[in-house]
C-alpha cells in the first residue's frame, strides 16, 4: 500500500506541474515549492524552539488561527511555523504576522520528508482539520515530534473506515498522539476502529468568530448606505446564489431593505456582469457613488465580510449549490441573524446545529427561496439572536481545552 501511496503522490506532482502551465493556482504552487528548503534553512536557528501548525487550505487557517495566536500570546518563547499545502491559503496569509515562518508543505515524498526533518524539527506539530501527509507523518513521528490534529471531524464514509482502508487507519493510530474533534459521533467512529487518543472539544472557529465579533470595527460606508434600513447581507456568493438573487431584488425587494454582495469570485469582469444584471440602483466599494440611495451595494475587495455581517438583519451564505458545499455560516451567526443557504450542508457540523436550532434555514430552489424570505421579512428577527446563542454557549472554549493539554507536554 505504502508503494501505490507514494505513486499517487508522485502522479499528483508531476499532473500539478503540468497543470502549471496553463493554470495560474497550480503554477504558484510548483513556483512557491521551489523555495521552501531555502527558505525554511534562512529562517530557522539553531536551539530555538517551534511549533508547527499545517493547514490545507485558507479555512483551515480560520480554525488554527485562535491556536496560533493564543500560543504565541501565552507562550512568546515559541516561534511559530505555518504551512499550508494550497496556494488560496499560502497567497493570502503568506504575511501573517503571528508566524515567523509560512511556507508551502512539499510534495509528500519520502525524500522531501526527510530532507524537511534535515532543516526544520518542531517541538510540536499541530494538523488543523485533515490533511494527512503519510510520508511526512511516519518521518516526523519517528523523530519523536508529538504530533495532533484540531477541529477534526470524521465521517462514516470516508476510506478509514471501510474495510480497505486498513493502512490509512494504522497511519492515524501509530503517527497521531491525540485527536481534538468537533463531536461524539466523529469519536465513536474513530473508537470503533480502535483509535482511543481522542477528546471531544469542538471546532475553534466558534472563538475565532466571537474573538472577531467582540473586536468588531465599525465601517463608515456600510452605515452610510444601511441608514435606516434593514439589511441582507450575502456572503462569498457564487452565480447559482446570485441568479436567485438577481430574480428577488429586481422584483420583489420591499423599500425598506438593501442588499450588500460579497461575491466569491471578484474579477473586474466579473463584477461588471454582476452589476449590470440589477434593475435597481447599484454602486460598489472600490466606486461608493450615491451610498445612500442605491440599493444593492457589491464589495468588489476582500477583508471586510466578517465585519460587515455585525450590520446585517438576515445573511445569505454562498457555496451551497456547489458540491464542495456552503461557506463560513459562523461569521453570521455569531452577530444571532438568520442565515439562508443552498441544500449541500450536511458535512458540516456547525450548520448541522445552527439548523436544529432553527438560525439556519436551507433552501433547494427559488421557490423555496422565495418562501423563506417572505416568512423572514414578516418575522421578529430578533428572536434569532437567543437561538444562536444556545449554540455559541455550547461550543466556546475548544481553543483553551487544546492549549491546556498541549502546556502538558
Same mark, same amino acid.
Given at each position: ?28 504552487? %510548483?513556483e ?16 530555538e ?108 464514509n ?7 482502508g ?20 466523529s ?17 475553534t ?20 448606505? +444601511? ?17 436567485? $438573487?438577481i430574480? $428577488? ?7 425598506? $431593505? ?39 451595494? %457589491? ?7 466578517? +465585519? ?10 454562498g ?15 455569531v ?5 439562508? %443557504? ?34 423572514? %421579512?414578516?418575522?421578529?428577527?430578533s428572536?434569532? +439572536? ?14 483553551? +481545552? ?8
Amino acid at each position: 500500500m505504502q508503494l501505490f501511496y507514494n505513486i499517487g503522490i508522485k502522479a499528483m506532482s508531476v499532473g500539478i506541474k503540468i497543470l502549471s502551465f496553463f493554470n495560474e493556482k497550480a503554477k504558484k504552487s %510548483i513556483e512557491g515549492r521551489k523555495h521552501t528548503f531555502d527558505l525554511i534553512k534562512k529562517t530557522v536557528k539553531k536551539d530555538e524552539n517551534w511549533v508547527w501548525i499545517h493547514c490545507s487550505s485558507l479555512g483551515e487557517f480560520e480554525q488554527g488561527r485562535p491556536v496560533i495566536e493564543t500560543l504565541k500570546k501565552k507562550h512568546s518563547n515559541y516561534k511559530i511555523a505555518l504551512s499550508f499545502f494550497s496556494p488560496s491559503g499560502y497567497e493570502i496569509r503568506k504575511n501573517y504576522n503571528q508566524a515567523d515562518l509560512v511556507f508551502y508543505i512539499p510534495f509528500d515524498t519520502p525524500k522531501n520528508a526527510k530532507k524537511l526533518l534535515q532543516v526544520f524539527k518542531p517541538k510540536l506539530w499541530i494538523l488543523v482539520k485533515y490533511d494527512y501527509w503519510y510520508n511526512h507523518l511516519k518521518t516526523f513521528k519517528k523523530a519523536n515530534v508529538p504530533i495532533i490534529v484540531i477541529s477534526s471531524i470524521f465521517r462514516e464514509n470516508q476510506i478509514y473506515f471501510k474495510p480497505y482502508g486498513k493502512w490509512f487507519t494504522r497511519q492515524l493510530k501509530e503517527n497521531l498522539a491525540h485527536f481534538f474533534i468537533q463531536n461524539e459521533k466523529s469519536k465513536n467512529l474513530l473508537q470503533n476502529i480502535d483509535i482511543n487518543q481522542v477528546s471531544v472539544v469542538g471546532d475553534t472557529r466558534f472563538d475565532r468568530v466571537w474573538q472577531i465579533a467582540d473586536n468588531a470595527e465599525s465601517l463608515s460606508w456600510v452605515e452610510t448606505f +444601511k441608514n435606516e434600513n434593514n439589511l441582507i447581507v450575502i456572503g462569498s456568493s457564487w452565480k447559482e446564489d446570485e441568479d436567485l $438573487w438577481i430574480k $428577488w431584488i429586481n422584483e420583489k425587494l420591499p423599500n425598506n $431593505w438593501k442588499v450588500i454582495i460579497a461575491p466569491h469570485e471578484m474579477t473586474y469582469k466579473s463584477i461588471i456582469e454582476l452589476k449590470n444584471q440589477f434593475k435597481v440602483g447599484v454602486t460598489t466599494y472600490k466606486n461608493q457613488n450615491d451610498l445612500q440611495n442605491s440599493k444593492v451595494l %457589491i464589495v468588489d475587495a476582500i477583508g471586510f465580510l466578517s +465585519k460587515i455581517y455585525a450590520y446585517a438583519d438576515m445573511a445569505y451564505v454562498g457555496g451551497g449549490f456547489n458540491k464542495s458545499g456552503v461557506h463560513n455560516t459562523l461569521e453570521p451567526a455569531v452577530f444571532g441573524v438568520p442565515i439562508i %443557504i443552498g441544500p449541500h450542508y450536511q458535512k458540516f457540523n456547525e450548520v448541522l446545529e445552527l439548523k436544529n436550532e432553527g438560525v439556519i434555514l436551507p433552501i433547494k430552489d427559488y421557490t423555496s427561496f422565495e418562501q423563506v424570505l417572505d416568512n423572514l %421579512i414578516n418575522s421578529e428577527l430578533s428572536s434569532f +439572536k437567543p437561538k444562536a446563542k444556545k449554540v455559541f454557549d455550547k461550543n466556546l472554549g475548544a481553543t483553551n +481545552k487544546i492549549l491546556n493539554w498541549i502546556e502538558g507536554l
